[in-house]
């Protein structure tokens, strides 16, 4: 991989990471923690209530994938750093570059990608 292609991922994986602090900041700032949001469902069940513990759910289902995919852009700057950025976790193969720059934070290669996923 090259400098310029290493660090325009860099800065791609960078940038994604500033936006996704900024999105759990925004998300935790504005929820009720879980356990005041479960005390309320429970304790209220009109119609606006519900829609509330609704809307609340929603919010820690969000800030549940930002935090994971928060991890995945950590883990992959990591990788980075320590220069296995670019070889899949399970085969140690090269990723293929035009993966990379769809989904910078790839661990694995398409192959061994989908293999996981198919379980």
């Known amino acids: 991989m090259t400098t310029l292609n290493t660090q325009s ?13 900024a ?9 009720p923690s879980r356990a005041e949001a479960s005390a309320a469902h429970f304790a209220h ?6 829609q509330t513990a609704t809307e609340r759910e929603l919010e820690f289902a969000l800030d549940d994938h930002e935090s994971t ?5 950590n ?19 090269a990723i293929a570059p035009a993966r990379l720059q769809a989904a910078p934070e790839a661990e694995r290669c398409v192959p061994c990608q989908e293999a996981l996923e198919r379980g």
């Open 9 to 21: 991922l860099q800065a791609a994986l960078t940038h994604t990471r500033s936006r996704l602090l």
């Open 75 to 93: 883990a992959a700057l990591q990788r980075l750093a320590n220069g296995s950025y670019g070889l899949c976790a399970d085969c140690g193969v």
């Open 23 to 31: 999105q759990i900041a925004t998300l935790r700032d504005g929820a």
């Open 45 to 50: 069940r009109e119609d606006s209530q519900a």
């Open 69 to 73: 995919e928060l991890r995945r852009v």
